[in-house]
């Protein structure tokens, strides 16, 4: 099949563009390196500097005539988006419009949308929640992942648009950027690594239901067979706090520095864990890799880079 990917270039996109060539697929890496780093495109995929906002992104689809577009560009900084929730809502809702209208316009036939189940649910009334848990997101991100969705439902009613919405936890591994404002796993790693003190935001008890990158990936080849449609969690069901990342990458990284908190972030959101059941139960996925064994391969890959 020949794919486009939204956001090759990034943390998740690259390790799915990575995969799909592997299985054999033809993709095309759509990115503008707002985010993204050219070092993590792949040699065998074609690469286009583009943002989905461009008029443009019409003529491209036009030209390949996509089979299956994995929609992971975005605006994800959540703290970005309280302070600018303008920038937001244009990248991340008007882009995503700009992006369908092109999948209807050439008949693309599947939309894979990578949604966020630690925004969309907000503060949670059930652990781990279900995707039928209410939307009460508390961020302009939130909003944003939340309206895409619903923008997907309607070019599947009208237009018969197949759409897979995957709502992520907290995804974490190799190539994260340790220097933006999310992925505390990935910062604190690179802290660690060069002896500076990483600074825990408030009691350091706001926990997260975080997923190695592996396993996303595989939901992402689960999500290119036709019976995998409608939204799904793609999390492990499991709670992990700030404290326990901070032991725990204390532990492996062999570093002897002291735990240290900072004022608490306002308005950030105290827990959140998503349930799984409904994704296993069609395609029989579940999270492969541990949390600790995560940990273990993340902080090799950061120390390896190091040393190169």
Request: charged content about 20%; aromatic content about 10%; overall charge negative.
């Amino acid at each position: 099949m020949k794919i486009l990917v939204t956001g090759g270039a990034g943390f998740i996109g690259s390790h799915i563009v990575d995969k799909y060539i592997e299985m054999g697929h033809s993709v095309i890496v759509l990115d503008n390196l707002y985010s993204g780093l050219v070092g993590n495109i792949n040699k065998k995929a074609q690469f286009v500097n583009m943002n989905i906002q461009d008029a443009n992104l019409l003529n491209l689809f036009e030209n390949e005539k996509f089979d299956i577009v994995s929609h992971h560009a975005a605006q994800m900084d959540v703290r970005l988006s309280v302070k600018d929730p303008t920038f937001d809502a244009n990248v991340n809702i008007l882009g995503g419009i700009n992006l369908y209208e092109a999948c209807v316009k050439t008949n693309v036939k599947k939309i894979i949308f990578a949604s966020s189940g630690g925004t969309v649910y907000g503060e949670q009334i059930e652990f781990p929640a279900p995707e039928t848990h209410p939307l009460n997101p508390c961020s302009p991100y939130g909003i944003s992942k939340m309206v895409n969705e619903k923008y997907l439902f309607y070019y599947k009613e009208v237009y018969g648009l197949d759409y897979v919405a995957f709502r992520y936890g907290n995804v974490f591994g190799p190539r994260q950027n340790p220097h933006g404002e999310a992925g505390v796993i990935a910062i604190f790693i690179d802290k660690m690594l060069n002896n500076e003190q990483p600074i825990i935001n408030g009691d350091g008890l706001i926990t997260r239901d975080y997923i190695y990158i592996e396993d996303v990936v595989d939901a992402n080849i689960k999500a290119l067979n036709d019976n995998i449609e409608g939204i799904y969690n793609v999390t492990t069901g499991k709670e992990t706090n700030v404290n326990t990342i901070f032991e725990t990458l204390k532990k492996n990284i062999k570093i002897d520095v002291e735990i240290k908190h900072g004022p608490a972030k306002a308005g950030e959101q105290r827990r959140s864990c998503c349930a799984y059941n409904k994704l296993n139960l069609v395609s029989g996925w579940e999270p492969q890799i541990s949390f600790e064994n995560g940990i273990v391969n993340t902080v090799k890959y950061y120390q390896n880079k190091l040393i190169k």
